[in-house]
Each structure stands twice: as structure tokens, then as C-alpha cells.
């Protein structure tokens, strides 16, 4: 049974969204801000947290922003009254994996914690599908509508990362970081120059798409 973690300050929508969750059969607990989220992980294992964004104390961006720090790479689902661009932007860069405004349809929620659960169990079987395309990290191999591609290693972690969280905006930096190293040698321009090569490898592709993010970086989302 998974185990999902509620940081939100309005007593009310805590208990509204603990109450749809444990009906569809998952384990709840809420806390009413990120430090006592970040208190609480400490002491007890999540699969998923749903977290707001205004919250006293600690914000849902600073929570998300200090849990990414330590390499935890849970599945955050952030809920919020805003729905500027900037916002979004600053959510996703923050880590945050996917993103719904206020009102929330909580039956939408119940289907997006699904979908972010089970993208988490695909990556951790290291083998990522996304419609027809399927992602096999131990041969660095990309099938799709019957051809199969055999990946340099840094195009394939790299596919393989934006894939692995469609629609969230990546800087070049954090995907230098991430797939080269820290202190790599290397530039931000060997990621214009891989994104590149995918583009063209994959420009027929009816799965997905690679998107540039102007003046921010690239996501991959779902066509």
C-alpha cells in the first residue's frame, strides 16, 4: 500500500484531499508545512507527496528545493492557488514533478498520484514507456513502431531523464550536472548539441517531443 505525505496549511483541504486518498486505498498523513514535512521524512517513508506552495514556516518551494539537495527524487505533486507561468516555471525547477491549480478536481488528483506512482516503478525497473516507445536502460536502447535505436550512453540518460518526468522544464545546468557530473569540463553546449542529435533521430517520433524552453532550458513532453 503507498504511503503519501500532505503538506498543506488549510486544515480543511488536508483532510478533503487525506479523505479521496484513503478511499482509494492509500495510506495519508498530513502536516501543515514543509518543515515538518521535511521532519517528518526523517523518520518515516514516503512513495509520494502532495504539497502546497504559500505555507508558513517553510514554503513549498524551499521544501521541494531542500529535498531535492539531498538526492531524494520522490514524486512531488504540487497543489496551489496560482497559475502564472512564473509560478509553474519556478515549481518545476524547484524539482517539483507535476502541478495542479486551485480548485482541485480531486478525482484528477487521485488519477495524476497514479500516474506519478507509476512513473516512479518505471524508473526504478530502469525501463521507461511511453506510448508506443519503450526506454531500456541496460542496452541504451530506444524501440519504437518497430525500429530499435541503440543510444550513446550521455543521448540516452538524457532522453531517459526528461522522459522520466514529462512536461517538467530542465535547465541546461541541471541537466549538465546530472548526466555529466559535477565539475564537468564540459559546457553548457554540449547539451544544445545532444538535444540536437535527439531531435533529429527521434523528429518522426509519434510519442513525444522535445521542447526548448526559451531563455530557461528543455522539457520532453507527450504528443
Same mark, same amino acid.
Given at each position: 500500500?503507498?504511503?503519501?505525505?500532505?503538506?498543506?496549511?488549510?486544515?480543511?483541504?488536508?483532510?478533503?484531499?487525506?479523505?479521496?486518498?484513503?478511499?482509494?486505498?492509500?495510506? !495519508?498523513?498530513?502536516?501543515?508545512?514543509?518543515?515538518?514535512?521535511?521532519?517528518?521524512?526523517?523518520?518515516?517513508?514516503?512513495?509520494?507527496?502532495?504539497?502546497?506552495? &504559500?505555507?508558513? %514556516?517553510?514554503?513549498?518551494?524551499?521544501?521541494?528545493? *531542500?529535498? #531535492?539537495?539531498?538526492?531524494?527524487?520522490?514524486? !512531488?505533486?504540487?497543489?496551489?492557488?496560482?497559475?502564472?507561468?512564473?509560478?509553474?516555471?519556478?515549481? =518545476?525547477?524547484?524539482?517539483?514533478? +507535476?502541478? &495542479? %491549480?486551485?480548485? %482541485?478536481? %480531486?478525482?484528477?488528483?487521485?488519477?495524476?498520484?497514479?500516474?506519478?506512482?507509476? #512513473?516512479? *516503478?518505471?524508473?526504478?525497473?530502469?525501463?521507461?514507456?511511453?506510448?508506443?516507445?519503450?526506454?531500456?536502460?541496460?542496452?541504451?536502447?530506444?524501440?519504437?513502431?518497430?525500429?530499435?535505436?541503440?543510444?550513446?550512453?550521455?543521448? =540516452?540518460?538524457?532522453?531517459?531523464?526528461?522522459?522520466?518526468?514529462?512536461?517538467?522544464? =530542465?535547465?541546461? *545546468? *541541471?541537466? &549538465?550536472?546530472?548526466?555529466?557530473?559535477?565539475?564537468? +569540463?564540459?559546457?553548457?553546449?554540449?547539451?544544445?548539441?545532444?538535444?540536437?542529435?535527439?531531435?533529429?533521430?527521434?523528429?518522426?517520433?509519434?510519442? =513525444?517531443?522535445?521542447?526548448? &524552453? #526559451?531563455?530557461?532550458?528543455?522539457?520532453?513532453?507527450?504528443?
Amino acid at each position: 500500500m503507498h504511503k503519501i505525505l500532505i503538506a498543506e496549511d488549510n486544515c480543511e483541504l488536508r483532510q478533503l484531499f487525506s479523505h479521496v486518498l484513503i478511499k482509494n486505498g492509500y495510506t !495519508v498523513k498530513g502536516v501543515s508545512n514543509g518543515k515538518e514535512a521535511l521532519d517528518d521524512m526523517d523518520n518515516c517513508y514516503y512513495d509520494l507527496i502532495i504539497s502546497d506552495i &504559500m505555507m508558513p %514556516v517553510m514554503d513549498g518551494y524551499e521544501f521541494v528545493r *531542500q529535498l #531535492r539537495s539531498t538526492g531524494n527524487s520522490i514524486p !512531488v505533486l504540487m497543489i496551489t492557488a496560482k497559475d502564472a507561468f512564473d509560478d509553474m516555471r519556478v515549481g =518545476f525547477l524547484s524539482g517539483t514533478d +507535476d502541478y &495542479m %491549480v486551485k480548485p %482541485v478536481n %480531486v478525482n484528477e488528483m487521485v488519477l495524476r498520484v497514479g500516474a506519478l506512482l507509476r #512513473r516512479a *516503478q518505471m524508473i526504478n525497473d530502469r525501463r521507461q514507456v511511453i506510448g508506443n516507445t519503450v526506454l531500456d536502460c541496460d542496452s541504451l536502447t530506444v524501440s519504437s513502431s518497430g525500429e530499435s535505436f541503440i543510444l550513446p550512453q550521455k543521448e =540516452f540518460m538524457l532522453l531517459y531523464k526528461m522522459l522520466s518526468y514529462p512536461g517538467r522544464i =530542465f535547465t541546461r *545546468q *541541471q541537466l &549538465m550536472d546530472e548526466i555529466w557530473g559535477y565539475g564537468s +569540463d564540459s559546457d553548457t553546449h554540449t547539451i544544445e548539441v545532444h538535444i540536437g542529435r535527439l531531435r533529429e533521430r527521434f523528429r518522426n517520433n509519434k510519442d =513525444f517531443e522535445i521542447v526548448t &524552453m #526559451r531563455g530557461v532550458g528543455y522539457k520532453a513532453v507527450k504528443k
